[in-house]
């Protein structure tokens, strides 16, 4: 009940923080239902001692936190590559702005341990 629970609102963060376009509905739709059938099919056979029901549900939340974390994984990366690229785009474009400033401390050759 614990993995069931932490796991949807672990999910449920991860959603929050790497949906923000509406691409990939489907995949979380599946990942939810097929975690949640699992745990309620699982607590099903805690509480009536079926063995075959655990035996049928168990692999089925396994499944869907496993494709879960693989889709919350691949959101991540590349927001995170995105994010990199547009930092990196950011700082050449600045860089190419910046205009040397003679006799200031910071431009090229002109550093204090240049200067004598």
Do not use: C
Request: charged content about 20%.
């Amino acid at each position: 009940m614990f993995v069931g629970v932490l796991t949807n609102a672990i999910f449920g963060l991860l959603l929050g923080v790497t949906r923000k376009d509406g691409r990939g509905a489907n995949a979380d739709q599946a990942v939810f239902v097929g975690m949640n059938v699992g745990l309620v099919g699982f607590v099903i056979s805690l509480l009536s001692d079926q063995i075959w029901l655990e035996r049928a549900s168990t692999p089925l939340m396994g499944a869907s936190i496993l494709t879960g974390l693989a889709i919350y994984t691949m959101r991540l990366a590349s927001r995170e590559a995105t994010e990199s690229a547009e930092r990196t785009e950011r700082f050449e474009s600045a860089a190419k702005k910046s205009v040397a400033v003679p006799g200031h401390a910071h431009t090229r050759g002109n550093t204090p341990s240049s200067v004598r």
